[in-house]
């Protein structure tokens, strides 16, 4: 049974630093390219930013290109979000997701196989 689990979310101030972890169990990431999506209150859910299997290639949202970095651990079978000079619209539930990738480039659409349940990181203005 394949989980993924986020942690790390919460209440920061606008201009603050946040960091988001995304555990995996039932499946070994390092053949899973990884994206990470948010829906924010009254919102569709959208894209911000994925990461290839082998944790070299990254693509971003254009919203938050420049101040969110994803990352990969293939050995702790985890991802992360790093977070900077978060905005009050940054605000919304953060979701991971994983799909089987046969090769090293990124579809940052998927379609992803596997969603976790989300985290919730709210920006005060």
């Known amino acids: 049974q394949v989980q993924l689990s986020e942690s790390g979310g919460g209440l920061v101030q606008a201009g603050a630093s946040l960091s988001l972890s995304c555990a995996a169990s039932?499946?070994?990431?390092?053949?899973?390219?990884m994206g990470w999506f948010r829906q924010g209150p009254g919102k569709e859910r959208e894209f911000v930013a994925a990461?290839?299997?082998?944790?070299?290639?990254?693509y971003y949202a254009d919203s938050v290109k420049g101040r969110f970095t994803v990352s990969k651990d293939n050995a702790k079978n985890t991802v992360a979000l790093q977070m900077s000079s978060l905005k009050p619209d940054d605000t919304a539930v953060y979701y991971c997701?994983?799909?089987?990738?046969?090769?090293?480039?990124?579809?940052?659409?998927?379609?992803?196989?596997?969603w976790g349940q989300g985290t919730q990181v709210t920006v005060s203005s």
């Open positions: 990461i290839n299997w082998s944790g070299d290639r990254t």
């Open positions: 997701a994983a799909y089987y990738s046969a090769n090293s480039n990124i579809n940052p659409q998927g379609p992803y196989a596997y």
């Open positions: 039932g499946v070994v990431l390092s053949r899973y390219a």
